[in-house]
């Protein structure tokens, strides 16, 4: 089925301690279009200004991702954002950001895309995300991310958001944050009390934790990589691996969900082997099968 993902394209500029990637191709929906487009379609929609360094054809060649959503705004300027991670690379830490594009009028979904069935809002301003999702015509199954910034700046947009969406997907950081729960397990049972009918907790490399409001429960830890390059863009990508397993076999019960993650888990290990989309952009899915039957065989018990 249909799959539509809405998000930032981004300039990135990223330090960690293997290394400085300057000016580098990043953002939330180019990660997950990177990520989804292993399993079907995608139907991207952005937007960029004209000094945006790289062509998103060019980073999508022989992908099926559908750039018709692409806008390019004159006299605007392409979302920045610099970052460092060091240590144990558990966070990001934000060094510097240049909204840009994302603070003015959101781009208009194409008219062809409206009959989307899947639908991902990546990370933006609720407000936005909402104002997108308003013009999706009946769309089967919605989900969305976030961060601490909207949190903190933009919570009462975000629960409104939450009330409209199947399913969340947060750091436990960001789950804390808004819930005012002190544990992984109290903070995915109350964003259930906020609407969705499921919600994601990521831990990092530590994996990640799914509640339904059907009572489903699902543990998953991380795939065991030896080396991490770069963190940045993996939530994007384990939902895009997600989102573009669910969109392809046309469901999202809990049975598809668990599949679903672990096919995310999977494609965002390979995003932290390299900076910015080189780690995800230089396997197959063969490859991502591979760590799929692999994971499988290390969580049975």
């Known amino acids: 089925m249909s799959l539509l993902v809405t ?88 060094d510097a950001v240049e909204l840009n594009v994302l603070a003015e009028t959101p781009p208009a979904v194409p008219e062809a895309f409206r009959d989307s069935q899947f639908v991902f809002l990546a990370n933006t301003a609720p407000a936005l995300q909402m104002e997108l999702l308003e013009q999706l015509r009946s769309p089967t199954f919605v989900a969305a991310d976030t961060m601490n910034h909207w949190i903190v700046t933009a919570q009462d947009d975000l629960k409104l958001l939450l009330d409209r969406i199947d399913l969340i997907v947060l750091n436990e950081g960001e789950a804390k944050l808004l819930t005012g729960q002190g544990s992984i397990v109290t903070a995915a049972q109350a964003l259930l009390d906020m609407g969705p009918k499921a919600a994601i907790v990521k831990k990092g490399r530590y994996g990640s934790m799914m509640v339904t409001t059907d009572g489903d429960c699902f543990i998953l830890p991380a795939f065991p990589t030896s080396v991490v390059i770069d963190p940045t863009g993996a939530g994007d990508a384990f939902a895009g691996g997600m989102m573009g397993y669910l969109a392809k076999t046309g469901h999202a019960d809990a049975t598809a969900l668990r599949h679903a993650i672990v096919y995310g888990t999977v494609v965002s290990s390979f995003t932290i082997s390299d900076f910015s989309i080189h780690g995800i952009k230089a396997v197959g899915m063969d490859d991502i099968e591979e760590r799929f039957d692999t994971l499988r065989k290390i969580t049975q018990f």
């Open 7 to 94: 998000g930032s394209i981004g300039i990135d500029t990223v330090k960690t301690p293997y290394g400085y990637s300057q000016e580098c191709v990043g953002g939330s929906a180019v990660y997950f279009s990177m990520a989804a487009s292993f399993f079907g379609p995608v139907r991207f929609v952005g937007v960029v200004g004209a000094d945006c360094p790289f062509d998103l054809t060019e980073v999508f060649e022989n992908r099926p991702v559908d750039l018709a959503g692409l806008e390019v705004r004159p006299g605007s300027r392409t979302f920045r954002w610099h970052g460092s991670y060091e240590g144990e690379m558990d966070e990001a830490k934000t």
